[in-house]
């Protein structure tokens, strides 16, 4: 059997406390009438999330880290890492400036794309983002948070 990375261990570990402690503090925000949900909704479902990463990160340090390591090697690595941080940057504050005027899914729809394409996504896999991703986002504010878009 192979050596665990202690390194992912350990930062599975603190990851997953981090939302665990989180999650747990969440838990005293104020709460809505009428089971309406509250402003502990967002960051509780967050540190769910953060949780669950800390413990993947945690499972890939212990079980089989050079197979996973392998699978993971043919990632791309882009050739300027720089420049692709600057352009998800211009691409999230472009996001404010046309969301009045177009409207939200669409300029939803174009930020993640332009972000999964920016990352050199598959353009297949990029479209399917686009497209759960938008609609998961469109109900989690309409439907669920009651926002008006």
Known sequence: MERPRVSNVI???AISLAGILIWFETRGFPTLRDGHPG???FPGLLS???AACGVAVLLSGLYQ??????EFGSIRVPVSPLLRVALVAFLGLLYPMFHA???????????????AVVLRANLIAAALTTAAGTAIIYYAFTRLLGVPL
């Not at 880290?65 to 392998?70: E, Q, S, V």
């Not at 409207?103 to 972000?115: E, K, Q």
């Open 101 to 115: 005027q177009v409207g939200f899914v669409p300029t939803s729809a174009a930020l993640i794309f332009g972000v």
């Open 65 to 70: 880290p050079r197979r996973l390591a392998a």
């Open 48 to 50: 769910i999330a953060l």
């Open 39 to 41: 402003p502990a909704l």
């Open 11 to 13: 930062f599975g570990a």
